[in-house]
């Protein structure tokens, strides 16, 4: 078991995890399929987010409500402000790419995908790094605890090697860097990436996984599992080609609930802790001062070296694809023939002209 999610209160968490997995595919939907969608949810939400959030870091928030002053709290550092902005950039690049807006014409800017998602990845693979040198620092080569600052007891160590180098190899795998293109449908409704098929897919959510199991333990359930899920399923059902947009706007969505509500997962009925922890208590977990009595890091090493194998897994199949149709795979895609790539293809503005070519 990951999680502790067991007993007479399990129910509960389960039930959060359902609303989180509903919301973002209900929310995502909303802001993919119309022009006015994307302009609400990508400009005005994020406008008024950063409003607020300035005001409450530059003004005494004694009078605000006591979200305000969790947010301060709790969602602090650096990583928490890096990942939604960068989020938000994916997502307003993305839209400039499927509407034909400004410089989404131009094709040096069809490596705008690849540049955003590489620099989302480093972002994680940093804080992977951090939590390992803190971790050796704290207990010696074995890795052990060390309190971060938004109050939470991390467990640092070979895990995040693992999972830091996994992530390295995610940069790696991404391929047909400059063959994105709208789909063809009324709406423009997606940024297809043909060659971003099931095998990259599956191997990012086992890495990304792995990252916040390590590193956001007490909100892996949600940003591990229920963030995770809402683009991929999409992707397998509905939305071939479209999921590294999906997951640019489930996760900036996310991100920005996580940063104004952070009590949801952080102490609420709703909060879960990965069984790292000797017991499921939230505060027993973050309480200031009081370091857990144990860890069950082995759960953590175990996801991080399966992260590893897979993504390298990954760069074994790019390599023999690339080797076999003798092309570059990040000039090219590499892909091609196989059934998540045609069927991405066909759903874009490109599939005419990729029909006529041949």
């Not at 989020?87 to 540049?115: E, M, N, S």
């Not at 940093?126 to 050796?136: N, V």
Request: some cysteine; proline content about 3%.
């Amino acid at each position: 078991m990951l999680f502790q999610v067991y007993g007479d209160g399990a129910w509960i968490k389960w039930l959060g995890l359902a609303a989180v997995f509903v919301g973002l595919i209900l929310l995502n939907e909303f802001t993919r399929r119309t022009k006015l969608g994307g302009i609400v949810m990508l400009f005005i939400l994020p406008a008024v987010i950063t409003v607020w959030l300035v005001v409450i870091n530059v003004v005494d928030i004694s009078a605000f409500p006591s979200f305000a002053k969790d947010t301060i709290k709790e969602m602090n550092s650096w990583f928490h402000y890096a990942k939604l902005y960068a989020a938000l950039a994916g997502c307003i690049g993305f839209l400039f790419i499927k509407y034909d807006w400004g410089i989404g014409k131009k094709h040096w800017f069809k490596c705008f995908p690849f540049i955003i998602v590489a620099i989302n990845i480093l972002i994680a693979v940093a804080s992977d790094s951090e939590s390992a040198i803190k971790g050796f620092a704290e207990g010696g080569i074995a890795g052990g605890y060390w309190y971060s600052s938004e109050g939470v007891w991390v467990y640092g160590g070979w895990h995040n090697i693992f999972n830091a180098l996994a992530g390295l190899l995610k940069i790696m795998g991404m391929t047909g860097w400059f063959n994105v293109y709208a789909s063809k449908d009324k709406h423009r409704a997606d940024m297809i990436w043909p060659d971003m098929t099931w095998c990259y897919i599956i191997a990012y959510d086992v890495w990304n996984f792995a990252y916040t199991y390590n590193c956001l333990p007490t909100h892996s359930w949600y940003c591990g599992l229920g963030l995770l899920l809402a683009p991929t399923v999409a992707a397998f059902l509905w939305n071939k080609g479209g999921w590294i947009q999906n997951r640019a706007n489930t996760l900036f969505l996310w991100c920005t609930f996580a940063q104004i509500v952070p009590a949801f997962q952080n102490h609420s009925i709703f909060s879960v802790v990965p069984t790292l922890y000797p017991t499921d208590s939230i505060y027993a977990a973050t309480q200031a001062g009081v370091m857990p009595t144990s860890a069950n890091w082995y759960p953590m090493l175990v996801v991080s070296v399966l992260a590893f194998a897979i993504n390298l897994a990954l760069i074994s199949v790019v390599v023999v694809r690339s080797q076999f149709l003798k092309r570059n795979p990040y000039t090219n895609d590499i892909f091609v023939g196989t059934k998540d790539y045609e069927k991405a293809l066909a759903r874009s503005v490109a599939a005419k002209e990729v029909a006529e070519a041949k």
